[in-house]
């Protein structure tokens, strides 16, 4: 157990819908990162949050945002849904958000869009 | 741009054998590099990692050691066992970055 919680574990929704995707992070840990895993893709970075603020963005679709809260738990929102959406969103979370950081993993919301 | 390449899988070995798994990087500057294991219907563990050139990552029996010179962080275990069956991905972070960059995993699996 690493300690980073995610919910749902499961979404199943429609092309075209709306979904939100929760994540909390490591007690004392600042800084949430959001990556995707797909079959084609493989494994990709999202965004990172550092305390509250935007610290670097990767391959993240307009359709898709995120946030950081004051309690440090974050949120993915993916909109418009698509087929290709569908793949295993996995948080991550770091003490400060530094290259030798380790990022600890949460269990990943696995989402299919049917 | 920053890249890792991985040896495709599966590897099939019986336990007990010796398991290496390549892994080479492309990256400006000295990254620090990182071996995440994935077990079946489970998230991302940190197996190993090394921040700088010649050192040597170790937990759980697995060692990688950090080659500038030929930019590799291959994987190494000498005894597998059932339990090893998972997805092992290198990865890598920009000195002065944040995001990871992920190789595109290596099934194991190993058999009784």
């Known amino acids: 157990d690493s300690g980073v919680t995610q919910t749902p574990k499961h979404l199943i929704t429609a092309t075209g819908q709306r979904v939100t995707l929760r994540c909390s992070p490591r007690?004392?840990?600042?800084?949430v990162y959001w990556y995707q895993q797909s079959l084609d893709q493989g494994l990709q970075f999202l965004i990172q949050y550092y305390n509250g603020e935007e610290r670097a963005k990767g391959n993240i679709l307009e359709r898709f945002s995120a946030q950081q809260f004051p309690d440090l738990h974050s949120e993915l929102n993916l909109s418009s849904l698509e087929l290709g959406d569908s793949a295993l969103y996995f948080c991550?979370?770091?003490?400060?958000?530094?290259?030798?950081?380790?990022?600890?993993f949460g269990p990943g919301t696995r989402l299919t869009v049917l | 741009g920053d890249s890792v390449t991985q040896m495709e899988g599966p590897v099939t070995l019986s336990e007990e054998a010796f398991l290496t798994i390549n892994c080479t990087y492309t990256a400006t500057g000295y990254p620090s590099l990182f071996w995440y294991v994935q077990y079946p219907g489970e998230g991302l563990q940190l197996l190993l990692k090394?921040?700088?050139?010649?050192d040597k990552g170790s937990n759980k029996g697995f060692e990688a050691t950090y080659r500038k010179e030929t930019t590799s962080f291959h994987l190494e275990k000498g005894s597998v066992q059932v339990s090893d069956s998972a997805v092992y991905f290198c990865a890598l972070i920009k000195a002065a970055g944040n995001k990871l960059t992920f190789g595109g995993g290596t099934r194991v699996l190993v058999k009784p």
């Open positions: 090394a921040t700088k050139a010649d």
């Open positions: 007690s004392g840990d600042l800084s």
């Open positions: 991550a979370s770091s003490v400060d958000g530094g290259a030798t950081d380790t990022q600890y």
